[in-house]
């Protein structure tokens, strides 16, 4: 059974920093490509960075140079540090994995920037 367990959420100020982790498990985790979508209130869910199993990164444009996405293959978990935090990035965010077209997904976190 694939799991993709979500922590590190929660409240922030303007300007603040976060670190989410995804733990995963019942995958070959250093051959996948793990992700993190987010999804606002009232928007589309959107791809926010992308780790292949190379460690190539990809992001969307509005994180860049605030956002990193880093995994640790021996631990089985991707991470998404998001420094510089603003308003515009409350939503749920979710972990993913991609292999041969198959997709996997976590439950969410809800992260909340707001003074």
């Known amino acids: 059974q694939v799991q993709l367990v979500e922590s590190g959420g929660g409240l922030v100020q303007p300007g603040g920093s976060l670190r989410l982790s995804c733990l995963a498990s019942g995958i070959i985790f250093r051959i996948n490509t793990m992700g993190w979508y987010r999804q606002a209130p009232g928007k589309e869910r959107e791809l926010v960075a992308r780790?292949?199993?190379?460690?190539?990164?990809i992001y969307v444009e509005s994180v860049k140079g605030r956002f990193t996405i880093s995994r640790d293959n021996a631990k089985n978990t991707v991470y998404l540090q998001m420094n510089n935090l603003k308003p515009e990035d409350t939503a749920v965010y979710y972990c993913t994995s991609w292999l041969s077209g198959q997709e996997y997904w976590g439950q969410g976190t809800q992260i909340t920037v707001s003074s």
């Open positions: 780790i292949g199993s190379g460690g190539t990164t």
